[in-house]
Structures are given as structure tokens and as C-alpha cells.
């Protein structure tokens, strides 16, 4: 009988230092994903700056505009250099862990808020290589407020290791996303592929607190359903990869969706 995804995770952790650059074929125990510690100080400083846009404690946030004010608060992420920042501060442990040599990071970061009990602010449980990804490229998740008690990224340990059919799913449409809208400008699929409820139950919680992040494949199952922290979660996504990789980087209402470090 296949353990379950909690299983699964403990028979990892021990092995959960070892160099990313080994998960893909070697060992059958390394889960996909690691939490790292941030060098420098920007994502501080990015905080700082999220909290002077809301002008509220980021746990607190909350708006009557939600997804509108979400694109303003996007658009002001593109226009300052803290993240990129974060990926030069941390090149060298990114490349260690991936085997990348020349990066590549994402030039438009998505900005996800999650309010608590609001599963439309969430995208659910997906892989990034069924809208186009490829397992080539890599998310550095960035939580700007604690990613704890409920409020976590939930992944599927050893996934990133499965072929495409060993996790099917289910065309939908969303009434609330329409192609070329703003919560599709903001990373919400018009069409999501819906996964089973078997999958979902089987990743586990990965707990991130603000100062640290997670490095994992494009090809883990991830997401979150909901948040039952009590406070608003604020995270920022962004993507590398080597420029000389097999990728495809003109992606939709984003162009190129690549520069070079």
C-alpha cells in the first residue's frame, strides 16, 4: 500500500540538507524541495516597503478592493529591485542546490495574499509543468509574513520525480477568472486543472517563517487550498533557471518572462 504524504515527508526529513542537485534521479528519498535561511537583508527592507504601501501590519491587511488593489501592490513589486536583490544576495547557495550555472530569474515575481477562510484568494493544489513549466526551472517562495499554525505551502514530497500521467486532473472553469483579467494577470488560472482530492490529502505542510524561504522544482505537486492561519499571508514567487536550459520562456500575458541575473 503507497504511504501516505505524511509518511512520506518523515522518511525525508532526515535526508532534507542534502544538496537539491542530487533529488532528481539519485535518491529516492529527497522530497523535492528545501526550506533555506535568506542571506542579506532585503527581504527585510521588501517588508518594510509592503507594510508602507498597506499602511497596516501585513497579518492585519485586508481591503474592499481586494483583487484590484492586489494588481496596484504587483505592479509596485515589478518597480523595486528588492527581490532581485534576494536572488543575487543568494546566487551562490541557489546555484549549489540546483546546479545552475547562469541564472535566470523572473522578471515579474507573482504577489499572492491569502486572507484567512478566503479560498478564492488561493490558487489550490497544482503543478506548475501542467500550465507550461518544466522541471528545468525552479520557485524561490518568499513569505513576507510566517508561513505557520494553517497558513502554510502545502507539498506533495518525491512528486517532482513522477511522469505527467502519474497525477491526472480535471478541466474546470472559474466564473471568477476570465482570460486576460486582472486575476488572471495575477497568476489565478481561467481554467484550472483540478486534481484529486487523493493528491491534495497527500501533500504536506511546509512550515517557512518570514527570513527564510522555499526552493523547490516546478514539477512538485503544490499550493494551498486555504488559509486557516489567523492572519493574512503574504508571499512572493519567483522563478529561475539556467539560461542555456530547455525552457520555454514566452509565457501568455507576460512575453518573455525571463532576464539574467
Known sequence: MQS?????????????????????????????????????????????????????KLEDYDHPDFTKNQVELTKKLHSCWEWKEIIEDNAEQLKGFTQIKDIIYQKEPYLRIARTDHPEDNIGIHRDTHYGATENEWVVWVPLTDSISGGELRILPCSHREPEEAYPWTQSNDPAVEKGSEKHWLGFRYAPKKMSKEVEDSCVRVPCFFGEAILFNCACVHGQIVNKAPWTRFSVDIRIADKNSDIQRNRGLHGDIYVEL
Open 4 to 56: 501516505s504524504g505524511e509518511d512520506r515527508h518523515r522518511e525525508t526529513l532526515r535526508d532534507s540538507q542534502i544538496p537539491l542537485k542530487m533529488l532528481l534521479k539519485e535518491s529516492p528519498l529527497l522530497p523535492g524541495y528545501q526550506v533555506i535561511k535568506l542571506e542579506g537583508d532585503a527581504v527585510f527592507r521588501w517588508r518594510a516597503r509592503f507594510s508602507n504601501w498597506v499602511s497596516i
